[in-house]
Nanobody, 125 residues
């Protein structure tokens, strides 16, 4: 079965950058759309970004568009999330996700084949 392990979270100041990474195993990574989600304290989990299985297509939540970049390396079975200009509102546990479908990964009820354990990102001065 698919397993995902995130890394790279931590405490940063507003305006800083941070890169999250997710290592995929147990399936065929190059056939799998991937995404990142996050859950802030007291809030529901929300979509952040998605990337197609080839890596040629991506899309983002409006709140992170222009600041975050999702990328993947199909040779290394990794998917990364580069975060720039971080804001306190970006504080959350970030989850890597192996999606069933690329289109609609941001929609309620989207099917996720596997979740990572989550990595905490705290943006605070």
């Amino acid at each position: 079965q698919v397993q995902l392990v995130e890394s790279g979270g931590g405490l940063v100041q507003p305006g800083d950058s941070l890169r999250l990474s997710c290592k995929y195993s147990g399936g065929t990574f190059s056939n799998q759309p991937m995404g990142w989600f996050r859950q802030a304290p007291g809030k529901e989990r929300e979509f952040v970004a998605a990337i197609s299985w080839t890596g040629r297509s991506t899309y983002y939540a409006a709140s992170v568009q222009g600041r975050f970049t999702i990328s993947r390396d199909n040779a290394e079975n990794t998917v990364d999330l580069q975060m720039r200009s971080l804001e306190p509102e970006d504080t959350a546990v970030y989850y890597c996700a192996a999606g069933r479908n690329y289109y609609g990964m941001d929609a309620p009820g989207t099917i996720i084949d596997a979740w990572g354990q989550g990595t905490l990102v705290t943006v605070s001065s």
